[in-house]
Nanobody, 124 residues
Framework: QVQLVESGGGLVQAGGSLRLSCAAS????????MGWFRQAPGKEREFVAA???????TYYADSVKGRFTISRDNANTMYLQMNSLKPEDTAVYYC??????????????????WGQGTQVTVSS
């Protein structure tokens, strides 16, 4: 059974930093895109960042570009370094993985595996 587990969320003041981690188990994602998404209260879940299986290609939502950095140090562990946090970054953050290999830049609905989410709260 495939599982994705996020950790690292919490409460931080505006301007602060947090590092989220995502640990996958149950299969290997060494040929698969992984990504981060978030959902704020009363809003739809939105894309944050994605990273290729090789780790050498990434892309970001405009709202986080220059502040967040996505990385992975092996096939099944992914991170999201979040700097200069703003109150509008408050959301539940989810990691996700695409089950199909060699595919990058797919929309949210094409991700197959999802974590349970971790809460990030940024106070002003």
């Amino acid at each position: 059974q495939v599982q994705l587990v996020e950790s690292g969320g919490g409460l931080v003041q505006a301007g602060g930093s947090l590092r989220l981690s995502c640990a996958a188990s149950g299969r290997t994602f060494n040929r698969n895109t992984m990504g981060w998404f978030r959902q704020a209260p009363g809003k739809e879940r939105e894309f944050v960042a994605a990273i290729k299986w090789s780790g050498d290609s990434t892309y970001y939502a405009d709202s986080v570009k220059g502040r967040f950095t996505i990385s992975r140090d092996n096939a099944n562990t992914m991170y999201l370094q979040m700097n200069s946090l703003k109150p509008e970054d408050t959301a539940v953050y989810y990691c996700a993985a695409d089950a199909r290999a060699w595919r990058f830049g797919v929309p949210q609905f094409m991700y197959d595996y999802w974590g349970q989410g971790t809460q990030v709260t940024v106070s002003s």
